[in-house]
């Protein structure tokens, strides 16, 4: 008998599949291959890839809302960043517009805008943001009963056992990351790419902006990749090499001989094997980490978690084709979801 088959349909109810869109194209690709809801952000800093050339015009939200309704699909506005002081007009006018707009939830992290949108537009459905890093029952609640956030994002360093215990302890939904980028541990907190572009990933919301990114070449084809002054990383000639980001690139510390990966590994999470334990957790969205990808991309990671939920609701064993071309330096792990015992 299949995992799947083990477990009896009222264990779990069918789970939402949120997906990412960088821009309209793949908003419609999204759509397209079974998404139940896509997230976007506007083109300026209240979103956490606020990058030249992604995300959506106000008239972009507007038409795509259109296509998204048009064929039973959600779409979810970003408004993830925390508004540095003096600036908080431009979070205001993205809340105004979502709700203007009639987006079906706006994704917030800052309790700023948590309460401005609450206490302006009750009627506006919130999701609470990885990038709040809320972990704890405590926390999660809070934002319940002060904003009335109707859904939380967890961290990503969460097993699905303690999963499963907030999911009896809190009164809302929750989403859950299941494939894509997995960052650092200490969701929201990341300050490392400000200090040398002077650009915070959580409040200008762009880690390693391009403007600060070089790539030099030798005659050998080494490659070196640099964030502004700083070397990030090495590559032998032919060696895959990642965009750089200071939280994944190798270093030499201290006595350490061999430059290696101080902070994260270039490596994707994948938890497809572990969706019906998710599932039965209490998880009632499964959210898929993308927006800077391609439109190849979101197409096939869609289309595979399309399927896979659609044949475990239906009593299958769901069959995975490969998704390690689609990862980050072709490797992938289930992180810290099983056991904590992961770096």
Known sequence: MSEAQGFHQQDYQRPELVCPAGTPAALRAAVDAGADAVYCGLQNETNARNFPGLNFTVPEVEQSIAYAHARNAKLLLAVNTFPPAGKFAMWRDAIDGAAKLGVDAA?????????????????????LSVQAGASSPEAIRFY????????VVLPRMLTVAEIAELHRQIPCEIEAFIFGNIGMM??????????????STNMDGVCSPAAD???????????????????????????????????????????????????????????????????????????????????????????????????????????????????????????????????
């Open 213 to 343: 990114v070089h790539y030099e070449e030798d005659a050998a084809r080494n490659l070196t990749t640099r964030l502004g002054e700083y070397v990030i990383d090495c590559f032998s000639g032919g060696e895959s090499a990642g965009y750089p980001t200071i939280c994944k690139g190798r270093y030499l510390c201290g006595v350490q001989s061999d430059p290696y990966y101080a902070f994260e590994e270039p490596v994707s999470l994948n938890l497809s094997a572990l969706l019906p334990d998710l599932m039965r957790a209490g998880v009632t969205a499964l959210k898929i980490e993308g927006r800077q990808r391609s439109r190849a991309y979101v197409k096939s990671v869609v289309g595979a978690f399309r399927k896979a939920v659609d044949d475990i609701m239906a009593g299958r064993e769901a069959a995975f084709a490969s998704l390690l071309a689609l990862t980050e330096g072709r490797r992938e792990t289930e992180g810290a979801f099983p056991s904590k015992r992961w770096r």
């Open 186 to 199: 200490a969701e929201g907190r990341c300050s490392l790419s400000s200090y040398v572009t002077g650009a």
């Open 144 to 151: 319940c009963e002060q904003f009335g956030v109707k859904r």
């Open 107 to 127: 994704i917030v992290a800052d309790m700023g805008v948590a309460d401005y949108a609450a206490r302006n537009y009750p009627e506006l459905r919130l999701h």
